[in-house]
């Protein structure tokens, strides 16, 4: 999905702008605090319908302001999102069309965020990697994000019976606990299964020279719906003294090893950054198959603390210039590596400028191309 234009008006420190994007995408340039991010935040806002660093709506437009407006332009449809802060309302609009419920408006613009916080999903807990599959699987189908709805409404719900003590009430919820849960496994297990092979060997294009290897630690019988209620009858003294379901979906990891142990035990920094970059490719991977179409990919700061080997190894990878729209943030042009063919904007106090045209960087890092851009974003 290539994304033709992005207005946004009152988002984070950003000055309101309407601009183009350019088929390729963009290198945006700009010291810390200048807004490199709240740009892909706003590019990134339409996907979700939520910000992707977890912030409320409030906080999203801004101390004290009235609300935000985002609009991403795309070939066949325009996305739109309005926050007004008083009183709080959010109105989504496809088409010109407004959408009253968020289920039914996610998907319609695709792309990928990597942030710095991402390297998380290789050596944080898990509940990272947890929302790292129900986010790729609720974009590719809309069928899992329907039972992943349905199943933390109804796990809410016995928990609250659990915690008050009333186990007739919890058991009421476990036919719709049982139904979305087994499609909620089962599509996590299929998935899993496809990117055994997919990850090591993008790992292994990256520049990963060990045996690396993704599987998934859960109950497999769960998959099943007849599987759940003997399950649950069997965990009920467990779960009555917990006040908890400890059966299910929501208890389950995603395992990266290196090296046949842990990858967030012993990998090093660069190997769990590489590995988390590796599955946000497999997440733009399992979108453009889903929907016939890639999607934008954002990438803040992503080249930071690689070698330079793996930095020139991830930007052949990217494919830059070819089938995919990337944009990519750094503070200074030669944190880039070289080969890149992007047009260039700088950032200054959430203002966006610089329009210089594509710029290839030589090895060295400037070329005659690269060094007038320079002048223009630094």
């Known amino acids: 999905m290539r ?4 207005v946004a008006r009152g988002f984070r420190n950003l000055a309101d702008l309407d601009r183009d994007l350019p088929a390729a995408g963009v290198a945006i340039l700009g010291a810390n605090g200048q807004g490199k991010t709240n740009l892909l935040e706003a590019l ?27 609009e991403v332009r795309a070939a066949d449809r325009v996305v739109t999102a309005t926050y007004s802060a008083g ?57 899992y994000l329907t039972a992943l709805g349905r199943y933390r409404a109804a796990l ?27 499609v909620v496994t089962e599509r996590r297990l299929a998935w899993t299964a496809g990117a055994a092979a997919r990850f090591p060997a993008e790992l292994a294009c990256l520049g990963e020279r060990e045996q690396v290897s993704i599987g998934y630690r859960g109950c497999a019988d769960l ?75 954002l990438l803040d700061d992503v080249f930071a603390e690689l070698d330079r080997e793996r930095q020139e ?9 070819g089938e995919r729209q990337v944009f990519v943030t750094a503070p200074r042009r030669d944190e880039l590596p070289p080969g890149m063919e992007l047009e260039l904007w700088s950032i200054s106090a959430g203002t966006v400028s610089g329009r210089s ?22």
């Open 3 to 6: 994304l033709q234009g992005l």
């Open 44 to 70: 990134y806002y339409p996907v979700l319908f939520r910000s992707f660093r977890g912030a409320t709506d409030a906080d999203v437009g801004g101390f004290g302001g009235p609300g935000f407006h985002v």
């Open 87 to 143: 009183p709080r309302r959010k109105r989504i609009a496809i088409g010109g069309e407004e959408i009253r419920r968020v289920a039914r408006a996610i998907g319609s613009c695709l792309a990928v965020a990597f942030l710095p916080v991402d390297v998380g999903l290789a050596g944080g807990p898990a509940a990272e990697r947890r929302r790292y599959l129900d986010r790729v699987l609720s974009l590719a189908d809309p069928r």
């Open 156 to 182: 809410a719900q016995r928990n609250g019976a659990l915690r008050q003590g009333r186990p007739n009430l919890a058991r009421a919820f476990d036919r719709v606990l049982s139904d979305a849960g087994a």
């Open 223 to 297: 998959a099943d719906p007849a599987a759940w209620a003997p399950a649950l009858a069997a965990a009920e003294p467990r779960d009555g003294a917990r006040g908890a379901t400890t059966v299910g979906p929501q208890r389950d990891d995603l395992v990266l090893e290196v090296g046949g142990r842990p990858l967030r035990d012993v990998g090093s920094t660069g190997q769990q950054r590489t590995a988390a970059i590796a599955l946000k490719l497999l997440e733009a991977d399992t979108l453009a198959r889903a929907h016939g179409t890639e999607p934008a990919l």
């Open 313 to 321: 190894r991830l930007a052949r990878r990217l494919g830059l210039g």
């Open 357 to 378: 045209g594509s710029s290839r960087v030589a090895a060295d890092g400037a070329t005659s191309a690269g060094m007038a851009a320079r002048s223009v974003v630094e």
